[in-house]
């Protein structure tokens, strides 16, 4: 893996409060330079405890939800009501619980056909992005991510089509191993991010962060933004083995 620091942490929820004071470090920065903020949200589970702690009365008051736009490094393909939506979890824990205009939410439609799910998805974050005079690639402020035992981050599983696509944005992705579809950012979209966030809590991630860590080749390793920061946030659980 490329430049990285890697912070760790007693805990899931001393990790989400410093989370939070990072995606809002970034928010501001990014608000005052542009006057927005686009940040990419991580799915599974690890997220839920950060999406709730920015959604508290101590740290919503700190965000102008006004001005940031929240996206997602993938989705399950699955309706938006399904207990498998990326896009449900971050509703619940986060988006019901601040004042931000629906207009800012731009999900994934993977209910649909995964390839055009895929297709409008890539156009909205280039016409996004392109109404905001971004020249080449998008580049988000924030890409939050997280680790799978087997080292997929997003949806770049081990050996899937999707983790070497070197021109589209977003891809669908089928995954043999899930059985399932889904859509995904690629790398060299999230690559061009100004920061890139893994978020790593739990035992069963300690085989994959040491792999991380050391340089193997796993998916998340391809995450090595060209000029972004990259962080790895861990609890003593996932970093136990280092
Ligand atoms: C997803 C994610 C995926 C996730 C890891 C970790 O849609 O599942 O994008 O990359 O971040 O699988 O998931 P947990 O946080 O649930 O362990």
Same mark, same amino acid.
């Given at each position: 893996?490329?430049?990285?620091?890697?912070?760790?942490?007693?805990?899931?929820? /001393?990790?989400?409060?410093?989370?939070?004071?990072?995606?809002?470090?970034? @928010?501001?920065? @990014?608000?005052?330079?542009?006057?927005?903020?686009?940040?990419?949200? /991580?799915?599974?589970?690890?997220?839920?405890?950060?999406?709730?702690?920015? @959604?508290?009365?101590?740290?919503?008051?700190?965000?102008?939800?006004?001005?940031?736009?929240?996206?997602?490094?993938?989705?399950?393909?699955?309706?938006?009501?399904?207990?498998?939506?990326?896009?449900?979890?971050?509703?619940?824990?986060?988006?019901?619980?601040?004042?931000?205009?629906?207009?800012?939410?731009?999900?994934?439609?993977?209910?649909?056909?995964?390839?055009?799910?895929? /297709?409008?998805?890539?156009?909205?974050?280039?016409?996004?992005?392109?109404?905001?005079?971004?020249?080449?690639? $998008?580049?988000?402020?924030? *890409?939050?991510?997280?680790?799978?035992?087997?080292?997929?981050?997003?949806?770049?599983?081990? /050996?899937?089509?999707?983790?070497?696509?070197?021109?589209?944005?977003? *891809?669908?992705?089928?995954?043999?191993?899930?059985?399932?579809?889904?859509?995904?950012?690629?790398?060299?979209? *999230?690559?061009?991010?100004?920061?890139?966030?893994?978020?790593?809590?739990?035992?069963?991630?300690?085989?994959?962060?040491?792999?991380?860590?050391?340089?193997?080749?796993? $998916?998340?390793?391809?995450?090595?933004? @060209?000029?972004?920061?990259?962080?790895?946030?861990?609890?003593?659980?996932?970093?136990?083995?280092?």
């Amino acid at each position: 893996m490329g430049r990285f620091e890697l912070r760790t942490f007693d805990d899931i929820g /001393s990790l989400a409060v410093h989370a939070a004071d990072i995606f809002i470090e970034i @928010a501001l920065k @990014a608000i005052s330079e542009k006057g927005y903020f686009t940040v990419a949200l /991580s799915g599974g589970s690890t997220p839920k405890r950060l999406y709730e702690t920015l @959604a508290s009365e101590e740290f919503k008051q700190k965000i102008d939800w006004e001005k940031t736009h929240l996206f997602w490094g993938d989705e399950r393909c699955v309706c938006p009501e399904s207990s498998e939506s990326n896009y449900r979890g971050a509703n619940a824990s986060l988006i019901t619980r601040i004042d931000i205009p629906a207009g800012n939410v731009h999900r994934i439609k993977a209910e649909l056909e995964p390839k055009l799910a895929a /297709s409008l998805y890539e156009k909205e974050i280039i016409d996004f992005f392109s109404k905001y005079g971004a020249d080449s690639l $998008p580049s988000f402020d924030l *890409v939050l991510l997280g680790l799978g035992a087997d080292g997929h981050t997003l949806s770049l599983f081990p /050996s899937t089509k999707a983790l070497g696509e070197s021109k589209r944005l977003v *891809v669908e992705n089928h995954v043999e191993k899930l059985g399932a579809w889904r859509i995904t950012m690629t790398l060299p979209l *999230v690559n061009s991010a100004s920061n890139c966030v893994f978020l790593v809590s739990g035992k069963e991630k300690a085989g994959a962060l040491k792999g991380l860590l050391a340089g193997k080749d796993i $998916p998340a390793a391809r995450i090595r933004p @060209a000029k972004g920061r990259l962080l790895v946030l861990a609890d003593k659980d996932a970093a136990g083995g280092l």
